[in-house]
């Protein structure tokens, strides 16, 4: 891609939705820490879910998580993107993912970019729209909370088409 026209996307403002969530010390203060620190790293915080408490996904442990979903309108880059969110999860105390089996732990902070625009990236650091997101309550409910008509770009079905197909 030609600089300029990288220099020129770079001032594009694009809609991402993210998901933050956290099971480990005290939650609704590291989600309003997150939350306020998305503005100087990330974007223009446009809207914030409910805060949603759900049982641990992928593992077991006896903290269950609070999490909000937010939608954010950015001039950043999806790496950019996902840069910022993983400076935000080491400012709030997460320790870096060490391999495999870390992949689903008690965290105290993680940040899950869910979309960006419409756009649909596979890359090794990066997968959008978030591949499991229409499997999982806790994304699709707070994020039903805040863009129920938000079409997923692979799926081709509403947030709140794919919440209901996930709780009959």
Sequence with gaps: MPHTEKRYL?????????LLGCNLGDRKGQLDGAIGMIPRM?????KCS?????????FVSPDSFLNVAVEVETGLLPDEV????????????RKSK???????ASRTMDVDILFYDDLVLHTEELVIPHPLLHLR?????????????????????????LLRMIQK
Excluded at 137 to 156: C, D, G, Q, S, Y
């Design 98 to 104: 060490i391999g495999k089996r870390e992949r689903y």
């Design 137 to 161: 309550k806790f994304v699709l409910i707070p994020l039903n909370e805040i863009a129920p008509e938000f079409v997923h770009p692979v799926l081709h079905r509403t947030v709140n088409e």
């Design 50 to 58: 409910s805060f949603y408490e759900s049982e641990p996904w992928g």
């Design 82 to 93: 996902l840069r910022e969110a993983k400076g935000i999860e080491g400012l709030l105390g």
């Design 42 to 46: 990330i974007g223009t915080v446009v």
């Design 10 to 18: 770079c001032f594009m403002i694009h809609r991402i939705f993210l």
